[in-house]
Nanobody, 114 residues
Framework: QVQLVESGGGLVQAGGSLRLSCTAS????????MGWYRQAPGKQRELVAT???????NLADSVKGRFTISRDNAKNTVYLEMNSLKPEDTAVYYC????????WGQGTQVTVSS
């Protein structure tokens, strides 16, 4: 079965950096688009970034120039490198696979203090 396991969240000061990882299993990772979403308290879950199997990337306007999504197909892992973090980036970050239905990881908390 599909499993997505995130790691790398934590507490960081504004302007700092974090790298999130999502390790996947149960499907052919290398050919599937992977995504990162986030959900702040009281808000809807929103798309942060996606990366296709071939490496094409899309980023939300709010994170362009600060976040980078990448993948290592040999490790079945997708990463989200987050720089110049802002308090408004505080949220639970989720790894996503859309394969007929949406699969989600358990989420990892990112808290940015001002």
């Amino acid at each position: 079965q599909v499993q997505l396991v995130e790691s790398g969240g934590g507490l960081v000061q504004a302007g700092g950096s974090l790298r999130l990882s999502c390790t996947a299993s149960g499907f052919i990772f290398s050919i599937n688009r992977m995504g990162w979403y986030r959900q702040a308290p009281g808000k809807q879950r929103e798309l942060v970034a996606t990366i296709s199997g071939g490496g094409s990337r899309n980023l939300a306007d709010s994170v362009k120039g600060r976040f980078t999504i990448s993948r290592d197909n040999a490790k079945n892992t997708v990463y989200l490198e987050m720089n110049s973090l802002k308090p408004e980036d505080t949220a639970v970050y989720y790894c996503n696979l859309h394969l007929r239905i949406d699969y989600w990881g358990q989420g990892t908390q990112v808290t940015v203090s001002s």
